[in-house]
């Protein structure tokens, strides 16, 4: 079969989610039936990327593995879910779509209510772009900052924490894409706002937020790995103030959810941006620990590249095994190809296996903006949608990444099959 023909097929695959569970009426999460995904549907996507590529032996050599069964791979790790591209991160609906995608881990950014339940939450403070909250008025009320209406040359603002609210509180919204109109006057019109490379086709029922209890199980029931990201409180800890909820105890609360849920430590690679996080679980989780994951952002300032490189050294020797960094961390051009970077390079040479994040999160790459941050050290050779692929070969094969976090799980199955990375 060609190309063409195979991708008319392959775009009448269907994303439909899964009724063997749901949100129930109350916002819990019920699990009747759940089981592992057998069949992979990875949609029209990763075929319309590859046929967009440049000629050459990469494109040729994806394009000879349009027809192989393709299989769930720990290399795809999911970003919010998975299908956080078309569906409102963190929700079952997100999250089987990345499983059915082929994601082999799952991931919960893990924060905290007001009554300190674990919730998966990319944010804290993320409530008023990632639900309706804004839109219920008595809620609204609590939210850090409530919904303000632009006007006289200012934009709207809002500021919504989990924090702000009791579980049974959040477990009355329903998430949505994560978004907001600045110039609304009104809650409804702030909800707005999804850029046009996302949609809104799948956010029309209401889906709750999760809790991480309700993460595990659910995951646990799909047959995959976890990996929670303890997400840095934006409000002073202990929370609240003068109590003993610790950074320390809520670190070590995430760690005991899994334990509680039977989970085994081979299964979880816990992560955080928060360097004393990971050296908490080294010392009180060991075998947690074996497969924590120092998230790396601190390179990000203006001249901070050599520390970051510097530090690196540092983690290693304190018994940090993974460190993962953003894309443009990992990659430079040279003579005008993608290679992989000093930091790179740095990270290997300290002994250290690496992630990175995030794929399909850019929006467009053939606008003019070259990939917009996540491009940055590459953004003179990025100029169309099928250079996510040269990107991806060259953090597999020369930088060695032991996986992707993606908005879009099929992008890096796709890739991960190909080239037998399971």
């Not at 916002?27 to 000629?55: A, C, Q, Y």
């Not at 620990?289 to 510097?310: H, Y």
């Not at 992989?340 to 002994?351: C, H, Q, R, V």
């Amino acid at each position: 079969m060609s190309a063409i023909p195979l991708l008319r097929l392959l775009a009448c695959a269907s994303f439909a989610v899964s009724s063997l569970a749901a949100p129930s009426a109350s916002g819990t999460l019920t699990h009747n039936g759940v089981k592992p995904v057998k069949r992979i549907s990875l949609g029209p996507r990763p075929f319309w990327l590859v046929e967009d590529m440049d000629e050459g032996p990469l494109k040729q050599k994806l394009l000879s593995c349009a027809d192989k069964d393709m299989k769930p791979s720990a290399w795809s790790i999911s970003h919010r879910g998975g299908g956080t591209l078309q569906f409102p991160e963190h929700t079952y609906e997100s999250i089987m779509a990345g499983t059915r995608m082929g994601a082999g881990i799952q991931e919960c950014d893990v924060t905290f209510t007001k009554d300190k339940r674990l919730v998966c939450r990319h944010s804290q403070c993320d409530l008023h772009t990632t639900t309706n909250v804004v839109a219920i008025p008595e809620l609204n009320a609590k939210c850090t900052v409530p919904f303000q209406p632009a006007a006289n040359g200012s934009e709207a603002t809002a500021k919504c924490c989990t924090s702000d609210f009791t579980l049974d509180e959040i477990k009355r919204l329903c998430a949505k894409m994560d978004a907001y109109n600045p110039h609304a006057t009104t809650p409804e019109e702030f909800l707005g706002g999804t850029p046009g490379y996302q949609t809104d086709l799948y956010a029309k029922k209401c889906s709750p937020v999760l809790t991480l209890r309700e993460f595990i199980k659910l995951v646990d029931s799909l047959g995959l790995k976890f990996t929670p990201e303890l997400k840095t409180p934006e409000v002073p800890m202990p929370f609240p103030p003068g109590s003993d909820y610790t950074q320390a105890k809520f670190a070590q609360q995430m760690i005991d959810e899994f334990k509680e849920a039977g989970i085994k430590p081979e299964r979880v690679f816990p992560q955080s941006f928060l360097y004393d996080d990971v050296l908490y679980w080294l010392k009180a989780e060991p075998r947690f620990a074996k497969q924590a994951v120092l998230l790396d952002e601190s390179g990000d300032a203006p001249g901070a590249m050599p520390q970051a490189i510097a530090n690196l050294k540092k983690y290693a020797k304190a018994g940090v095994k993974i460190i993962a960094p953003p894309l443009p961390y990992l990659v430079t051009v040279k003579n005008g190809k993608i290679v992989p970077s000093e930091y790179a390079l740095a990270a290997k040479k300290a002994g250290l296996k690496i992630i990175t994040w995030t794929l399909e999160r850019s929006g467009w790459l053939a606008d003019g903006s070259g990939g917009g941050y996540y491009y940055a050290s590459v953004a003179n050779v990025t100029n169309n949608e099928g250079d996510v692929y040269n990107l991806l070969h060259v953090l597999a094969q020369d930088v060695g990444v032991i996986g992707v976090f993606s908005d879009w799980s099929a992008t890096t199955t796709y890739y991960a099959n190909c080239f037998g990375l399971f």
